[in-house]
C-alpha cells in the first residue's frame, strides 16, 4: 500500500521539530516543504540527510521520490509576503 501526503506528512512531523511542513503527492512521488531550526548552519545536502533520517527506512520501502525543500524559520519567513 502507498502511503498518503498525510502520511507522509506525519512520519517527518514525529521524527524532526518542525515549524511549518507541507507533503503533496500521489502516492509515490511527493513534494514537501520543511521548515526546521534543525536545518541552521547547514548546507542542503545535510538539511536532506536529516530529514532522510527521520524518514528511516521508509524512504527505502514505502517513498520512491521525495522533492523537498528545506529552510530555516527566519528563510521561510524572508519568503513570505
Not at 498518503?4 to 503533496?24: F, G, N, S
Request: a negative charge.
Amino acid at each position: 500500500m502507498q502511503p498518503t501526503p498525510e502520511q507522509v506528512r506525519q512520519y517527518i512531523a514525529d521524527h524532526l521539530d518542525c515549524t511549518h511542513l507541507e507533503v503533496r503527492g500521489d502516492g509515490a512521488h511527493f513534494e514537501a516543504v520543511i521548515v526546521s531550526p534543525l536545518f541552521e548552519g547547514k548546507r542542503t545536502l545535510a538539511r536532506h540527510q536529516v530529514v532522510y533520517t527521520a524518514l528511516g527506512e521508509r524512504m527505502r520501502e514505502e517513498i520512491h521520490a521525495l522533492s523537498m525543500r528545506t529552510l530555516t524559520p527566519a528563510e521561510y519567513e524572508a519568503e513570505r509576503p
